[in-house]
């Protein structure tokens, strides 16, 4: 490297090399240009009240090979920098979607007849325990809405039964008689109960 000492007025004095052919040159605006591909920094200091100026210079090839050997190492860092991000990265999220795949796999095995089992959230993160409670939540819900379908459904049969069960049973103690039998009295009968059957069927498609 080099040095150079300057006053104010951009007048060399002593340096690393001889004052007529300096390292460094300076311009009268005090701007220090090196001689060569060289990097330069000053510091001002005061001495005796008089304002000098101190500079110094580095070769870049120093800088250039600090700045290959960096870029060498970075071309086998980064690359193997990558390749631990992206298994840490697939590591952590299969390990914090494994509660997911467990649930979606307890899921697939709950139908109609097994609407009271539960997804297993005992190893759960927290991050996943609020799906797992919606999920138990809906199914809750769909549990409660088929018990009452059977319910509707039970009621309904029972309901449906009295009146054909009264219409057959009229048509058939006719059937053994049909010359005793009061043929009007028994088409009014079953007339009511079809009505009552109709009404039934009509609040049903309600």
């Known amino acids: 490297g080099a040095f150079q000492s300057y006053t104010s007025e951009g007048e060399s004095l002593a340096g690393s090399t001889a004052p007529e052919s300096p390292l460094l040159r300076v311009t009268k605006r005090g701007v220090v240009t090196p001689e060569g591909d060289m990097v330069v920094e000053q510091q001002a200091v005061v001495v005796n009240s008089q ?14 090979q600090s700045v290959d050997e960096l ?12 390749l631990f991000v992206g298994v840490l990265v697939w590591f952590l999220v299969g390990r914090a979607l494994r509660p997911v795949d467990l649930m979606r796999a307890q899921l697939a095995d709950i139908n109609g007849a097994t609407l009271t089992r539960r997804v297993d959230v005992a190893d759960a993160a927290a991050e996943v325990a609020p799906l797992a ?3 138990h939540a809906m199914l809750d819900r769909i549990e409660d809405s ?30 053994r008689t049909p010359g005793e039998a009061d043929w009007p009295d028994v088409a009014t009968r079953v007339l009511g109960e079809t009505e009552r059957l ?9």
């Open 51 to 64: 304002r000098y100026t101190v500079a110094a210079a580095r070769p870049l090839a120093d800088v250039r």
């Open 71 to 82: 870029a060498a190492v970075l071309r086998l860092v980064i690359p193997l920098l990558v």
């Open 133 to 135: 409670d919606a999920m």
């Open 146 to 175: 088929s018990a009452r379908q059977r319910e509707f459904v039970s009621d309904a049969s029972h309901e449906l039964r009295s009146p054909t069960s009264t219409i057959r049973t009229e048509l058939e103690v006719a059937l």
């Open 198 to 206: 109709s009404d039934l069927v009509d609040a049903l498609l309600a």
